[in-house]
């Protein structure tokens, strides 16, 4: 259980174009996801914070109107990368928070990933 | 503010060998904390968590780790390494908002 399917895997794209990247639960339900990235050989970077029916939350830093987020169901959110150029390239992973009870709340789960590349 | 520190950016084992992979952190309350691994080009699967209770924790693929108020760390081991355990492996705490925060990471490779 507590599977997270992210597609495409991998896109690449022209510069000025958009993106966008899907993130599901496929199992469960999840009332919250979050989007991350992550350059090479480096740590995760928590982006934005995505709650089902109501605005993201981004992290200080980064651009809500470059980086739109919708969380429309239980199941599934979506990150569009807008006007993408060189520098949006990288690694972007999603996960969902179990909406069960106290403890499972903090358990993140997350998919295999998307490997952006803007040309 | 809260924060995680893994030492050890890389870590080279031979196959057979037992590993530790340390974690330290940093959270003024009680922390919930996890250890995920990373293989190339993939997402991140968890291995074990710690919320309260028994502060040595089991994981998936044989891996434990034991969490230690005093020392404000979260080590996680492995008696015996297999080749298919080289990957990156990351130390999270969970916070308020149910964020997490990240260590940096430790790459492991296995020697055969």
């Known amino acids: 259980g507590a599977v997270v399917s992210q597609h495409p895997s991998w896109v690449i794209c022209k510069s000025g174009t958009s993106v966008k990247i899907e993130c599901r639960s496929l199992?469960?339900?999840?009332?919250?996801m979050f989007w991350y990235r992550q350059f090479p050989k480096q740590s995760l970077m928590l982006m934005a914070t995505?709650?089902?029916?109501?605005?993201?939350?981004?992290e200080q830093g980064v651009e809500k109107d470059k980086f739109l987020i919708n969380h429309a169901s239980l199941t599934l959110s979506t990150l569009t990368v807008t006007s993408a150029h060189p520098e949006d390239s990288s690694f972007y992973i999603c996960s969902a928070k179990a909406s069960g009870g106290a403890g499972s709340k903090n358990i993140q789960y997350f998919g295999a990933g998307t490997r952006l590349s803007v040309l | 503010a809260q924060s995680v520190t893994q030492p050890d950016i890389h870590i080279t084992v031979s196959e057979g060998a037992s590993l530790e992979l340390r974690c330290n952190y940093s959270?003024?309350?009680?922390?919930?904390l996890f250890w995920y691994v990373q293989s190339p080009g993939q997402g991140l699967q968890l291995l074990l968590k710690y919320f309260s209770g028994d502060t040595l924790v089991q994981g998936i693929k044989g891996f434990e780790a034991e969490f230690k108020r005093s020392q404000s760390s979260f080590n996680l081991r492995k008696p015996s390494v297999h080749w298919s355990d080289a990957a990156e492996y990351f130390c999270a705490l969970g916070g308020s908002n149910y964020k997490l925060t990240f260590g940096k990471g430790t790459l492991l490779t296995v020697n055969p």
């Open positions: 959270y003024g309350a009680t922390p919930y």
């Open positions: 995505s709650n089902e029916g109501s605005k993201a939350t981004y």
């Open positions: 199992d469960f339900q999840a009332t919250t």
